[in-house]
């Protein structure tokens, strides 16, 4: 069956940088957009960013835009979601989510179980 | 961006009972192929959301027939038929057609 299962979370001070991952399997990873979508503690759901089936278009969010990158490596079946110059508001449950087939971003189906990122010095 | 207002914040209903949320979006939903980009979301408590429908009214595999979606344009709702204990937690709306992707600030369902 589908899974995404994210990693790489913590807790990190205030602009330092964290490498978050998404392990994928069970559906062909290579062709099919990714997100990453946040939820602060209490609160509600965020997109963070996407990124097509090859990796050669990506999208954000205004607040992450020029400190986070998305990628993805095809051969290992893994999302990435590189983030630097973190801030308190970025504290949040990162979660991963398929997108749909090749470009298909309003597609968002299943969703991984999230990691937490706390950003406090 | 196009903001997404839902309401009501609080549902509390009876078991049995129907449910209905509203979304409301601040721009037409209507994207350039036709389609409207519209998804509806079910977050339980300590869960990661799980999609309900796609594109207005399309019901993902395994999600109880009692769940429906309508509405076009920028005005729409998702109704639950008969409330089940389940179905307790916060549903979102979702917009895909836009860039930024954005959400509505979600509904929390309760049980009387």
């Known amino acids: 069956q589908v899974q995404l299962v994210e990693s790489g979370g913590g807790v990190v001070q205030p602009g330092r940088s964290l490498r978050l991952s998404c392990a994928a399997s069970?559906?062909?990873?290579?062709?099919?957009?990714m997100h990453w979508v946040r939820q602060a503690p209490g609160k509600g759901l965020k997109w963070v960013a996407s990124?097509?089936?090859?990796?050669?278009?990506?999208y954000y969010a205004d607040s992450v835009k020029g400190r986070f990158t998305i990628s993805r490596d095809n051969s290992k079946n893994t999302l990435y979601l590189q983030m630097n110059s973190l801030r308190a508001e970025d504290t949040a449950v990162y979660f991963c989510?398929?997108?749909?087939?090749?470009?298909?971003?309003?597609?968002?189906?299943?969703w991984g179980r999230g990691t937490l990122v706390t950003v406090s010095s | 961006d196009v903001v997404m207002t839902q309401s009501p914040l609080s549902l509390p209903v009876t078991l049995g009972q129907p449910a209905s949320i509203s979304c409301r979006s601040s721009?037409?939903?209507?994207?350039?192929?036709?389609?409207?980009?519209l998804n509806w979301f079910q977050q339980r408590p300590g869960q990661s959301p799980r999609r309900l429908i796609y594109k207005v009214s399309n019901r993902d595999s395994g999600v109880p027939d009692r769940f429906s979606g309508s509405g076009s344009g920028t005005d729409f709702t998702l109704k639950i038929n008969r409330v089940e204990a389940e179905d307790v937690g916060v549903y979102y709306c979702?917009?895909?057609?836009?860039?930024?992707?954005?959400f509505g600030g979600g509904t929390k369902v309760e049980i009387k």
């Open positions: 721009q037409s939903l209507v994207y350039s192929d036709g389609n409207t980009y």
């Open positions: 989510a398929r997108g749909g087939i090749l470009t298909g971003y309003s597609a968002m189906d299943p």
């Open positions: 979702m917009q895909g057609t836009h860039w930024p992707l954005t």
């Open positions: 069970g559906f062909t990873f290579n062709n099919y957009a």
């Open positions: 990124i097509s089936y090859d990796g050669t278009s990506t």
